[in-house]
């Protein structure tokens, strides 16, 4: 499996990301907003993109079907209750199934609801796993709920489902907000031991050339795993008065996805 990660220097900061199969040529595309980059770099590779998934529904990841479709014929795969706000879906996704581009590449649709309730996540079956996130998951962060989202839902996406994957599964967002989620993380966890170097380090990268990070550095950096941390629950406190003496995961990730919202 070949992954190409597009940075489309937009304003919303989307990645987009085109994964092709070594022995065939053939490319998936995901997200393909700037499509004109995605159909570039496909042409420099040597690459046919044969299917288009979109994550979710929002206009800055399904912006770029339309002419994407037009120029290479692609078939469009969506979560399978996105039907009626992503046009053109010819496959409907489920929790579980697979997708496979050419003849080495598999991927596994997980149902990843909470950014928006018709969200999917692809998991590479491949060595070392990688993770196509969209807006579930982001680095050191996770997706807002403001607009057809629901922040329980993501809670459970993270506890049931994200949290459980390989530590070594690289995580590939649809947008490049590491540096402020960084600070989000040291705002709420002052004390926490990796997130300072690992901001001086991302700061300033070009985001064309992005690190990549895995899941096991996301539970040391990323508030949203880390839902026990004494630093983390202590300043949460201090936010939310009546929070009880022992929250509960599920309370300290809504509290935090509440501060979030407005940090």
Not at 98 to 124: F, N, Y
Not at 139 to 162: I, K, V
Not at 206 to 228: I, M, Q, Y
Request: glycine share 8%; with cysteine; hydrophobic share 35%.
């Amino acid at each position: 499996m070949i992954v190409e990660q597009i940075w489309t220097a937009n304003a919303y900061r989307n990645f987009n990301y085109l994964i092709a199969c070594p022995e065939t040529g053939e490319a998936l595309a995901i997200d393909p907003l700037d499509h004109r980059k995605c159909l570039a770099a496909a042409k420099d590779k040597g690459w046919e993109i044969t299917q288009i998934l979109n994550t979710h529904e929002h206009g800055d990841h399904t912006g770029g079907n339309k002419p994407m479709i037009a120029a290479t014929g692609a078939k469009l795969l969506a979560h399978e209750n996105a039907r009626d706000r992503i046009p053109g879906i010819d496959r409907g996704l489920g929790a579980g199934d697979v997708i496979k581009v050419g003849r080495t590449v598999e991927l596994e649709s997980l149902d990843t609801p909470g950014h928006t309730m018709s969200h999917v996540c692809l998991l590479s079956r491949t060595e070392q796993p990688a993770l196509f996130c969209g807006d579930t998951l982001f680095n050191a962060g996770a997706g807002n709920c403001h607009n057809g989202g629901h922040p329980s839902e993501l809670y459970h996406t993270f506890a049931e489902q994200l949290s459980r994957l390989s530590d070594e599964t690289l995580i590939y967002p649809g947008h490049d907000y590491i540096a402020n989620n960084l600070r989000f993380t040291l705002d709420r966890e002052p004390d926490n031991l990796r997130a300072p170097s690992l901001l001086a380090e991302v700061e300033d990268q070009d985001p064309g050339r992005a690190l990549v990070t895995s899941l096991a550095l996301e539970k040391e950096v990323n508030t949203f795993f880390r839902l026990h941390s004494p630093g983390v629950i202590a300043r949460l406190r201090a936010a939310f008065p009546d929070l009880p003496d022992e929250p509960d995961a599920k309370t300290v990730f809504l509290k935090l996805r509440e501060l979030r919202n407005s940090w």
